[in-house]
């Protein structure tokens, strides 16, 4: 998951990294009553969540009152790349001599964290990047003994950084090495990182991704999802901790476990189909998750028939039974569904669904697939 530069902004000044002043608006009135508190000449930023932003005309220099209406009105009119301006975060401009790039990310092929420094940030780090990898310097930590001083006082010495500045740097740095491992972030970055006009550091620029992965246990950053580049089904799945990923196909599937999904999307193409997505609701999944999973299958208007494969050891067969149970009045499209079921209280389940409308219960996983290509095929002829 992707924070917005506000709100990785508001995690750098907890942690002591200077950011200028700055506060978010929708509208340009809001705007410009922040600016006349902050004081012009301000920066109004665009808050989408795609890199690039300058080039693609979401950064605009505002230097007196006449000038932001206009500005503002632009931005908020605007798409970036697509996106649709929402809100923008209204900043003190600030005066700056050089621009730094600073980042900590994993390396996939390391296995490791690894902090990336360069004398050259800004815009064109991309560019730089490919035309002289040697000017950004990246270290390796230690995921146990954790981002060390002289790692960041030798990069420092590497790029060539004024002395004066080693100290504050090392202190960003140490602070970004905290936000990475508390946020169970997997990319902290901070481009540019400016040395202003007063020779000291600030970051212009907050990009932050939070591994989706430990969400469970980041329970601030469910609230901050960013609802524009969520579709409604996937928001759905995230609330109820379903794994869910929508594809092309046309049958929906509802599986428990993850093995199994894959293997049941293996079956689904070997009958000659093509999932309508990868839904897996987990082990011990009661009724309320197997209703939100269905409910989100049910939604989706390319789903021609449910493949719906248990197999039940945590997992009650009889709990996702009265799940799916509570859920069918809203089938309304009476899509036919198909479902396996095995496993603890197998015959419990089967029994309570035995006379469900547009539901059949089958022994084999293969029939099962090759009945829900079956039906989706002759839904679409
Ligand atoms: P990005 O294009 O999405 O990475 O957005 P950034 O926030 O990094 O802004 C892009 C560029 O705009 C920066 O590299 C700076 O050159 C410039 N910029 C951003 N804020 C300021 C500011 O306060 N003052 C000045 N002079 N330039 C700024
Ligand atoms: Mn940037």
Request: glycine share 8%.
């Amino acid at each position: 998951m992707k924070l917005h530069e506000y709100q990785a902004k508001s995690y750098f000044s907890r942690e002591g990294i200077p950011v200028p002043r700055s506060r978010l608006a929708t509208t340009p009135a809001e705007a410009k009553q922040i600016a006349a508190e902050i004081g012009y000449p301000v920066v109004l930023k665009a808050q989408v969540l795609v890199g690039g932003r300058g080039k693609a005309g979401g950064i605009l220099l505002v230097k007196d009152e006449n000038d932001l209406d206009p500005a503002a009105n632009a931005i908020l009119n605007s798409k970036i790349k697509g996106i649709s301006v929402q809100r923008i975060l209204v900043e003190k401009a600030v005066n700056f001599t050089q621009e730094i790039y600073l980042g900590i990310t994993v390396d996939r092929a390391l296995a490791q964290p690894v902090i990336i420094l360069s004398a050259s940030g800004g815009v064109e780090i991309e560019e730089l990047a490919i035309r002289h990898p040697n000017r950004i310097i990246r270290t390796a930590i230690d995921p146990l003994l954790g981002l060390q001083p002289y790692m960041v006082r030798a990069m420092a010495s590497q790029i060539g950084l004024d002395y004066v500045l080693w100290k504050p740097l090392l202190q960003i740095a140490l602070s970004l090495w905290n936000l990475f491992n508390q946020l169970d972030a997997t990319l902290v970055e901070i481009n540019p990182l400016v040395i202003t006009t007063e020779k000291e550091l600030v970051a212009l620029d907050g990009k932050m991704t939070i591994d989706d992965n430990a969400l469970f246990r980041q329970q601030d950053f469910l609230e901050l999802a960013d609802q524009a580049v969520e579709t409604p089904a996937e928001q759905e799945a995230r609330k109820f901790c379903l794994s869910y990923v929508q594809l092309s196909g046309h049958i929906g599937c509802l599986v428990n476990g993850a093995g199994l999904a894959m293997a049941t999307m293996d079956c689904i193409q070997q009958a000659g189909g093509e999932p309508a997505n990868f839904l897996d609701i987990g082990g011990g999944a009661n009724a309320d998750k197997v209703q939100a999973a269905l409910r989100i299958i049910l939604s989706d208007e390319n789903v021609q028939s449910v493949l719906i494969n248990i197999f039940g050891g945590i997992t009650r067969c009889d709990e996702v039974a009265k799940g799916l149970l509570s859920i069918l009045p809203e089938n309304t499209r009476n899509l036919p569904i198909i479902i396996r079921l095995e496993g603890t209280n197998a015959e419990e389940g089967r029994r309570m669904l035995a006379q469900a409308p547009n539901l059949i219960v089958v022994e084999s996983l293969m029939q099962a697939a090759e009945m829900a290509v079956h039906a989706a095929e002759s839904a679409m002829v």
